[in-house]
């Protein structure tokens, strides 16, 4: 069984493409390409190496605050 690591792009029958997140002896964490983060068994899943690159994605912002109006006196 090939080891994959954190950065590895890999496919998996049902989800397609995607790049591996993390991975240890219980669990590989993969991100999808088209379906978002899943989590599989490591002893069961089964992967292809890809050497498709990911896509490119949008940077993720942080929703700004609201600011509260003040009463004015």
């Known amino acids: 069984m090939r080891r994959y690591t954190a950065g ?3 496919v998996q029958a049902q989800y397609g493409p995607g790049t591996i997140v ?7 964490v993969i991100e ?4 978002g983060t899943r989590r599989f068994s ?9 050497n498709t690159p990911a896509p ?3 940077a993720k912002t942080r929703a700004k605050k609201k600011v509260a109006a003040t009463p004015q006196s």
């Open 32 to 35: 999808f390409d088209e379906h």
């Open 8 to 10: 590895d792009r890999v």
């Open 42 to 50: 490591t002893r069961i899943v089964v992967l292809e190496t890809s």
């Open 56 to 58: 490119a994605r949008k």
């Open 22 to 28: 993390d991975v240890n002896e219980h669990h590989t």
